[in-house]
T-cell receptor
C-alpha cells in the first residue's frame, strides 16, 4: 500500500531564505508526482508535476526533484516571500493507470517578513 | 481556459438531513471528475471518481453517493448526514490521459451539527 509522508509538518522561516520541503513515498512504482499549494480554507493549486521518467521540473522560484528509486521528492523554494506562506502537499499517482492519487498530509510553511 | 465551479462554499446541516454538493467544469470535454474530503489533521481522501457520464467509482464505502448526470457536472449526495461527514469537500478534474495535472475547485466546508 502506497504511503506518502511529508516532514516536517510545519516550517517557519524568515523572508528571503531558500528552503526545501520533503516528500517520501513507500512504493517506487509511480506514474507521476505532483506538488500542490493550499491556502487556508481554499482548494489546492497544482504547482509542478513530474513524470516518473523525469528528474526535475522548474517553475519560477520553484524547483521540484524526483528520485523514484529512493522514494523521495523535494520542493525547493528560492528567495522565499511572505506570499509563499501556505500548506504544500505532494501526491503520487501509482503506476498502472490508477485514478487514485495518494496525498501526504502537507507541510505548513510560514514565511515571516 | 478551463474553470471549475463548486458550491456552496460553506454549509451547516443538522444530523440526519440530506446533502447535495454540486460541481461543474467549463472549457473542456469528457473530463475525469473527482470528489475528495479533507478532514482536520488528515490527508485528502478520495471519495468518488468518474471517467464519464453515469460512470461512478467509489473508493470508500460510506454514507455518501455521487452522480454524473451530465458530462461536466458532478454531484455529491447523502440521504442522511452523520456527524462524521463533517469536513472540507473538494471537487477536482483532470484531462485524459492520467498523466495530466489535477485541478481543484475552491471547496465546501461542511459542518454537521
Amino acid at each position: 500500500k502506497q504511503e506518502v509522508t511529508q516532514i516536517p509538518a510545519a516550517l517557519s522561516v524568515p523572508e528571503g531564505e531558500n528552503l526545501v520541503l520533503n516528500c517520501s513515498f513507500t512504493d517506487s512504482a509511480i506514474y507521476n508526482l505532483q506538488w500542490f499549494r493550499q491556502d487556508p480554507g481554499k482548494g489546492l493549486t497544482s504547482l509542478l508535476l513530474i513524470q516518473s521518467s523525469q528528474r526535475e521540473q522548474t517553475s519560477g522560484r520553484l524547483n521540484a526533484s524526483l528520485d523514484k528509486s529512493s522514494g523521495r521528492s523535494t520542493l525547493y523554494i528560492a528567495a522565499s516571500q511572505p506570499g509563499d506562506s501556505a500548506t504544500y502537499l505532494c501526491a503520487v499517482r501509482p503506476a498502472g493507470g490508477s485514478e487514485k492519487l495518494v496525498f501526504g498530509k502537507g507541510t505548513k510553511l510560514t514565511v515571516n517578513p | 481556459s478551463q474553470t471549475i465551479h463548486q458550491w456552496p462554499a460553506t454549509l451547516v446541516q443538522p444530523v440526519g438531513s440530506p446533502l447535495s454538493l454540486e460541481c461543474t467544469v467549463e472549457g473542456t470535454s469528457n473530463p475525469n471528475l473527482y470528489w475528495y474530503r479533507q478532514a482536520a489533521g488528515r490527508g485528502l481522501q478520495l471519495l468518488f471518481y468518474s471517467v464519464g457520464i453515469g460512470q461512478i467509482s467509489s473508493e470508500v464505502p460510506q454514507n455518501l453517493s455521487a452522480s454524473r448526470p451530465q458530462d461536466r457536472q458532478f454531484i455529491l449526495s447523502s440521504k442522511k448526514l452523520l456527524l462524521s461527514d463533517s469536513g472540507f469537500y473538494l471537487c477536482a478534474w483532470s484531462a485524459l490521459p492520467q498523466a495530466e495535472k489535477l485541478f481543484f475547485g475552491s471547496g465546501t466546508q461542511l459542518s454537521v451539527l
